[in-house]
């Protein structure tokens, strides 16, 4: 749907944050929950010293004095347009407000904090932008050295206004006007420092950079894509060499740009906290402070890095927002040193940083012969929790944490002996190590794939040697030979055509050699070769992908997954979509995304079985309850059959289905299976599917572990039917579901009965029908059946 949618040596003490294990170097001062949920949060200091915090609901701003920062008290509440999103920026004595709220017409709230804590006043303007009158904003910046406004992201009378555009608060704090258009690309934030204004333009998923030096004729600079292309917002240095963002999508990320260069910022480092990496988790808005960033993650609380090294940002602090944290906003520049913090649900946090510097290690790894700098080289500290880091083209790598003693540091690249060096850690400090590499030696293999039945020799069999930072892909030749020069060490071989299951060997090559692998037939695809499945969608977004998934949330459940399924072999899985963004940006849309296995040769295996592990999500529009499906079905060339309609979410992937293909469908040398997920085009909703761990057992149910029976517990009689079916099960008393297709998979009727049997009447037109029965148990079977009437 369319939617908005690295082992310790000696003494090594140090603390990665952990989800779940408390908070790092932030401790709470206090703690005021909200009726209200909440967005974005500023600061405020008055004349005399005092510091307020200011705070946007969704239907007011509100002021709270930390005269006493343990106790914040409520001064002042100040209406406005009921709304998700508002932002909040100060300039002297007045804070101006403004919110996104389509049919607003808060245009921006000016709040005058002259007369704090006993007489706060406020007026409402709505800023003319070229005959337009200012209804509504995303976003807005105050540069305190220009004393400009800068508005973002706004609309008026219905009327785009979009990009950036600078307004004078100077002449008159409560009248502002305009200066000047600096871009007219839709900006979601706008940062300004010494004459640069940095546009997060989320939609283009870029950064955008503007010299402003002459503020009447804006000259536009350099520009770059962000990680994840959804750029949120961006803070630059105090020294404007570097700039970072933040990505608000799920498993979204911080990036570094050195903007040195301001045509051509380049990006030196991308962070995610390591213990939330694939967990979904959203970053909002960064800070920097005193060569800190302070973020706000929604699913996470706040986290601060050390950014002294911009290209190694390192976590050195961290609070969850509640038990459930949702953090929308922080602001890290009171005098007093406080952090304020603004969770969606849990309310206003003021909040004490240690600000504790981290502990870094440089250096340069090279070729021991040569002196050439090796690339991609993995450097790790053994501490009690290992971080690492790969080196770059020209061998440089950084490595850092909160750490402080002796520790082991191992470097390693695939093609050369390991090698590990020591070094000591202390924070705030960065050190330097040097590492020379040894080569490994080269040895002739020879790899031969042959068939386990016959013997005879497999030509074009995909077959990959693994190893530690190393993956060599080969296919074999029409004798079933792959003949190479490979480095010596340990190595995982595993080989598989479509035709065959896959074969994996362990080896090690300390000598030549050579390898014979036999391959035993059937049809296994765990996707990690790539064996042209044919795809079909309305559009590319809805199209199947084969890939390493890319996680997204909505409501909190995941909706596209981020990991393949435990067990099988690789990464990768086929996925309706696979793109960063919101739950609704890559998935299926608009009518049916099919997925077709290649054509397989079942007509000597009448005890042939089909397994595979589904992913369904269904969630989300608007009017009625989601209505879509994940349909499987099996065709031979001359009909086609379901069997299985999955309509109900699997909540992450589904147990293993079993299917005996023979009881659905006659089996000969062109059968084939379909996922078919279908989008409601009226009826839009967030629609993913997913399929991996697919095997066809040519004698029957593989081994393995928890093993589902297929079709074994319930029986339908007579087949075929003629007016009435019989469902039957001995074994069972409780409440079940049952619900019967077409061959088409259209449902034809559906109900509910207690006990072991139920007689229902069978479908009046004579064909192939299906029926899946449910117990209350969640086990599910699906049953073909014949109707004639003859």
Known sequence: MKAFFSVITFLVIGFNAIIGQGNLNIEQIAHVPNAEKLNDIWGYVAEDGTEYAIIGTRNATEIYSLADPSNPLLVKRVPGASTVWRDIKVLGNYAYVVADQPGSNDGVIIINMTNAPDDITFTQVNPVVNGTSIERCHNLYIDTSLQVMFLAGCNGNNTPVSGVTAFDITTDPLDPKLINTI???????????????????????????????????????????????????????????????????????????????????????????????????????????????????????????????????????????????????????????????????????????????????????????????????????????????????????AIGDLVEGNSEIDFYHPEYEPYISETTFIKGEIKELNAQLTKRPIFNQTIKTVDAITGEPISDVHVVLQKRGLEIEKRTDAEGFVISDYVSGDFKIIAGKWGYKYEVMDVNFSADGSYTIELEPGYQDDFIFDYDWTKEAPNTRSEWVRAIPIGTIYNGVNSNPSADVDGDLGEFCYVTGNGAGGAGAFDVDDGNSILLSPMMDLSNSPNATLQFNPWFFNDGGSGIPANDTLKVFASNGSEKVLLVNISENTNGWGPLMIFKLADFIALNDQVQISFEASDDAENGHLVEAGLDAFLVELAGVSSVENEISFQSNWTLFPNPVLKEINIKNDEFDGLVNYTIYNSAGTKLDEGQFSGAHKTIPAPRIDGVYFIQIKSSEGEVENKRFVVTQQ
């Open 183 to 397: 871009s007219t690309v839709y900006s979601h934030d706008v940062f300004v420092r010494d004459n640069l204004v940095f546009s997060s333009e989320v939609f283009a998923g870029q950064l955008s950079i503007f010299d402003i030096m002459d503020i009447m004729n804006p000259i536009a600079l350099g520009k770059t894509p962000t990680t994840h292309f959804f750029t949120h917002n961006a803070w630059s240095s105090d020294d404007n060499q570097y700039v970072y963002t933040t990505d608000e999508v799920a498993n979204g990320t911080i990036d570094a740009y050195d903007i040195s260069d301001l045509e051509n910022p380049a990006r030196v480092d991308v962070f995610e906290p390591a213990s939330i990496v694939g967990l979904g988790i959203v970053p909002h808005n960064t800070h920097f402070f005193n060569d800190f960033l302070i973020t706000s993650w929604y699913d996470y609380g706040v986290v601060i890095n050390d950014v002294r090294k911009p290209d190694k940002l390192i976590e050195v602090g961290h609070f969850n927002t509640g038990t459930n944290p949702n953090c929308w906003g922080v602001y890290p520049y009171l005098p007093s040193g406080l952090i304020i913090a603004s969770d969606i649900d849990n309310g206003l946090f003021v909040l004490k940083a240690a600000y504790e510097r981290a502990a870094y290690l440089t250096g340069k790894v090279t070729d021991a012969e040569t002196g050439n700098p090796i690339f991609n080289a993995i450097v790790q500290a053994l501490t009690e929790q290992p971080f690492d880091d790969n080196t770059n083209p020209i061998g440089e790598y």
